[in-house]
């Protein structure tokens, strides 16, 4: 194998796509990658800060009793305040 060249599907610079990448990319079974590692570098923070985002959420939810059965269950707490909350049985 050797070094090859390849061209970025985001901003479409060129990069080198190296014949060690390209050995790790075959044995890990993964496909050549289509962007160069800018791009990656960008996209790979993109996907942490939407972890970051989804964590977020997690935390604005919390446990409720339902007044039927007393099941615990998990509430956002953006939902409408006074409305009774039930578990997603009795919903
Ligand atoms: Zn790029
Ligand atoms: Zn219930």
Request: glycine letters at 6%.
């Given at each position: 194998m050797s070094?090859?060249?390849k061209i970025c599907c985001e901003c479409h610079g060129k990069f080198v796509f190296s014949a060690a990448e390209q050995a790790r990319v075959a044995a890990k079974g993964h496909t050549a990658?289509?962007?160069?590692?800018a791009c990656r570098a960008e996209r790979r923070d993109n996907r942490l800060s939407a972890e970051r985002l989804a964590?977020?959420?997690e935390k604005e939810t919390e446990v409720h009793c339902c007044p039927l059965c007393g099941e615990e269950f998990l509430l956002?707490?953006?939902?409408?305040?006074?409305v009774l909350r039930y578990c997603p049985r009795h919903f």
């Open positions: 070094d090859t060249k990658p289509r962007r160069c590692r964590r977020k959420k956002s707490l953006k939902r409408k305040v006074g």
